[in-house]
């Protein structure tokens, strides 16, 4: 098993940053993607951004305002939010796809943290 803690978020005023980190641990693994997705009230999950060790990728509606970096020697991935609007209110959730060393490929995913923007 592999657990991913998340941590940053809260409450931050329209055009405010805020950093969200998501640290997976365990052992045996190997990390081939790590992601950030979020949902808001009433909305479908959906992909904000994702690393690989090629790429990266954002939805259209956070590019130029959000990045996402990773530390490999942390199993860590960070959005860094700026310029925050209040759409993107939302539960983030942290998503990692692993690798074992005999070859099974698993998914996981954060408990979720808050991200709410005042205007």
């Known amino acids: 098993q592999v657990q991913l803690v998340e941590s940053g978020g809260g409450l931050v005023q329209a055009g405010g940053s805020l950093r969200l980190s998501c640290a997976a641990s365990?052992?045996?693994?190997?990390?081939?993607?790590m992601g950030w997705y979020r949902q808001a009230p009433g909305k479908q999950r959906e992909l904000v951004a994702a690393?690989?060790?090629?790429?990266?990728n954002y939805a259209d509606s956070v590019k130029g305002r959000f990045t996402i970096s990773r530390d490999n020697a942390k199993n860590t991935v960070y959005l860094q939010m700026k310029s925050l609007k209040p759409e993107d209110a939302a539960v983030y959730y942290c998503?990692?796809?692993?690798?074992?060393?005999?070859?099974?490929?698993?998914?996981?995913w954060g408990q979720g943290i808050q991200v709410t923007v005042s205007s």
């Open positions: 365990g052992s045996m693994f190997s990390i081939n993607a």
């Open positions: 690393i690989t060790s090629a790429s990266t």
């Open positions: 998503n990692v796809n692993i690798e074992r060393p005999w070859g099974t490929k698993e998914g996981y």
